[in-house]
C-alpha cells in the first residue's frame, strides 16, 4: 500500500489481560469507589469483537496504567491491581538483559506492557480507524469512530480514504491477493499482520470515484448498527464487483478469482500440505494443484486450462497498482 497517507501499529499488550479488563459492573464499582479511575478506563476491543465492517463492542474496558504514571493518585484502580501483582510481576515479554546477565523488565508490575504513551502513538485510538484481528480466514477490518481501544491480537490503521480503504480490504479479490503473500495456518486461516498488508496495492482513486465504495460502506454501517446480524451480503457483491472493475480484471479472470476464493474455504489443510511438500512458492503452487483433485473438484473452468500463467498475470496486474 505505498502512496497512501495511513499509520499501522498493533494494540495494546497487556501482558495479563485478567488484571487489565474489566467489566461494566466493575468499571462503575471503581469510579463510585474513586472518580479519578475514570480517566484511565477506556472501552477496549477483543480480537474476537471485531467483525466485518463493524466491531461489537462486548462492553469490557481497559484499565490503561501507561508507562509513568503515578498509581497511588489512583487508589481504586491499585486496590483493583493489588490481588494479581504475583502474576504481573512474572510478565517478561519486552525484558532484556544487561552486561552481566541480569533481566531488565521496563515497565513496573502495576504497568500495562506495551501501551504507546511515550511514543505517543496511543492518541490514534482516538481518531477514526480500522481495526481488524490478525490470524483470520477472510479479511475483517471494522471502521471505528468511537474511539475504542484494541489489544495486540489485532492491527488499528489510521489516516484518510479509511471507507474506501475499509471496502477493498474486506472484498473478496483482497483476500484472494493476501493469500500470495502471507503465510496460512494450514486450518484456514491466514497472518494479517502489518507486514503483509502493507504489501496489498490499493488503486489511488480521486474522492469523487471512491464515493461508491463509501456509499455502500456507509449502507452497511448504518445497518448494522440497527441489528449487528443484518445480512448486507447485496453491498457487499456490490463491493466485490466495484473491486474486481478497479483492478480491470475481466469476467474471466473474476470467475478464477470467486473460485480460487470457493476452494480457499473448502481445502485450506490441502492446499497447506501441497505448498509444504512441493517447496513451491505460493502464487505458483496455487496453480500446479493435481488435475485427478481438479476432476474430483468439479470444477470445469480449471479443466479447461486456466491455469499458472493466468494466475501470474493477475497477481502481477494488481501488483501495478502499488506504484
Not at 34 to 58: F, M, N, T, V
Not at 71 to 78: L, R, S
Not at 120 to 138: H, N, P
Request: with cysteine.
Amino acid at each position: 500500500m505505498p502512496n497512501h497517507d495511513f499509520s499501522i501499529n498493533y494494540g495494546i499488550k497487556t501482558g495479563y489481560n485478567a488484571a487489565f479488563i474489566v467489566d461494566k459492573a466493575d468499571k462503575d464499582a471503581l469510579v463510585a469507589e474513586d472518580p479519578k479511575s475514570e480517566e484511565l478506563l477506556k472501552p477496549i476491543l477483543r480480537g474476537r469483537d471485531i467483525k466485518r465492517y463493524q466491531a461489537q463492542w462486548a462492553e469490557l474496558w481497559l484499565i490503561y496504567s501507561y508507562s509513568g504514571i503515578e498509581i497511588d493518585n489512583y487508589p481504586a484502580i491499585k486496590r483493583h491491581l493489588l490481588p494479581h501483582r504475583e502474576a504481573l510481576e512474572k510478565r517478561t515479554g519486552g525484558a532484556r538483559r544487561d552486561r552481566n546477565g541480569n533481566l531488565f523488565v521496563p515497565y513496573k508490575w502495576y504497568e500495562l506492557q506495551v501501551d504507546y504513551f511515550n511514543s505517543g502513538a496511543y492518541k490514534q485510538f482516538m481518531r477514526d480507524k480500522l481495526v481488524w484481528i490478525t490470524l483470520v480466514e477472510s479479511g475483517r477490518f471494522a471502521y471505528d469512530e468511537n474511539r475504542m481501544y484494541c489489544l495486540d491480537s489485532s492491527f488499528m490503521m489510521t489516516g484518510s480514504s479509511l471507507k474506501y480503504l475499509c471496502a477493498l480490504l474486506n472484498a473478496e479479490l483482497i483476500r484472494w491477493f493476501l493469500q500470495q503473500v502471507a503465510p496460512t495456518s494450514g486450518m484456514g486461516t491466514f497472518q494479517w499482520k502489518k507486514v503483509y498488508v502493507e504489501t496489498i496495492p490499493i488503486p489511488k482513486l480521486s474522492k469523487t470515484k471512491q464515493q461508491p465504495f463509501i456509499d455502500l460502506v456507509d449502507k452497511i454501517l448504518i445497518t448494522k448498527k440497527a441489528d449487528p446480524e443484518a445480512d448486507t451480503r447485496k453491498w457487499e457483491k456490490e463491493i466485490n464487483r466495484l473491486t474486481y472493475d478497479n483492478y480491470m480484471l475481466s469476467k474471466r479472470e473474476t470467475q478464477l478469482i470467486e473460485e480460487m476464493f470457493w476452494i480457499s474455504l473448502v481445502l485450506p489443510q490441502f492446499l497447506f500440505l501441497y505448498w509444504s511438500d512441493r517447496k513451491v512458492d505460493k502464487p505458483a503452487s496455487l496453480f500446479r494443484l493435481p488435475r485427478r483433485w481438479y476432476r474430483r473438484s468439479g470444477l470445469s473452468l480449471w479443466r479447461q486450462g486456466c491455469g499458472q500463467a493466468v494466475g501470474w498475470m493477475i497477481f502481477d496486474r494488481m501488483r501495478g497498482f502499488g506504484g
